[in-house]
């Protein structure tokens, strides 16, 4: 059965830089079949993609936090991590990282599997 | 960014009564060259992640109940739970995966009568 473990720091201070990891187990973060993506969810409120990656390294990100994103992937250790710089108080939400399927045809849809999530709360 | 509107906000159903959730699109979600519409339903319990329900608008994934249903095409779209049982009690979001970026709806929340 896949699973998705996020980790990292769950404070982080005004200005720096958020950092998670997502360690997928159970299945191959190297397959052709799924991008690996990032999505969060400020307390109480809706659901935000952040941004996508896949075993090659193409990404796609959300044009909102493009600036201050990055996602990379390390396929020797099946994980991949998000990287959101300059963080204020509005950056506070639960993590998710979570598989979405992909074909040639159909291109990058679904996401069929999620992590348990991650508290990030930036404050001084 | 397509903006995902779901109605109503919130719901109460009698247990064994049939829930239904609209979900509307700001821009058509339908892909003319698959004939697939890029649509997707996920249920969230307190403390848990979304879990996906449904997806292509119609198609439930292996192991949800069938009383979970997904129909509509282009813009307009509506989830069904045909009998409401006390697990559903849930925020129900749609997800379009058609436009970067991504978008949810602002979410459904399910409670019993």
């Known amino acids: 059965q896949l699973q998705l473990q996020e980790s990292g720091p769950g404070l982080v201070k005004p200005s720096e830089t958020l950092s998670l990891t997502c360690t997928v187990s159970g299945g191959s973060i190297s397959s052709t079949d799924y991008y690996w993506g990032w999505i969060r969810q400020p307390p109480g409120k809706g659901l935000e993609c952040i941004g996508s990656i896949y075993y090659s390294g193409s990404t796609y990100y959300n044009p909102s936090l493009k600036s201050r994103v990055t996602i990379s992937v390390d396929t020797s250790k099946n994980q991949f991590s998000l990287n959101l710089s300059s963080v204020t108080a509005a950056d506070t939400a639960v993590y998710y990282c979570a598989r979405h399927a992909y074909n040639f045809n159909d291109g990058v849809s679904f996401f069929d599997y999620w992590g348990q999530g991650a508290l990030v709360t930036v404050s001084s | 960014d397509i903006v995902m509107t779901q109605s109503p906000d919130s719901l109460a159903v009698s247990l064994g009564e049939r829930a239904t959730i609209n979900c509307k699109s700001s821009?058509?979600?339908?892909?003319?060259?698959?004939?697939?519409?890029?649509l997707a339903w996920y249920q969230q319990k307190p403390g848990q992640p979304p879990k996906l329900l449904i997806y292509?608008?119609?198609t439930r994934k292996s192991g949800v109940p069938g009383r979970f249903s997904g129909s509509g095409s282009g813009t307009d779209f509506t989830l069904t739970i045909s009998s409401l049982q006390a697990e559903d009690v849930a925020v129900y979001f749609c997800?379009?995966?058609?436009?970067?970026?991504?978008?949810f709806g602002q979410g459904t929340k399910v409670e019993i009568k």
């Open positions: 821009q058509s979600v339908l892909y003319s060259s698959n004939n697939k519409n890029y």
């Open positions: 997800q379009q995966y058609y436009y970067i970026p991504w978008t």
């Open positions: 292509w608008a119609s």
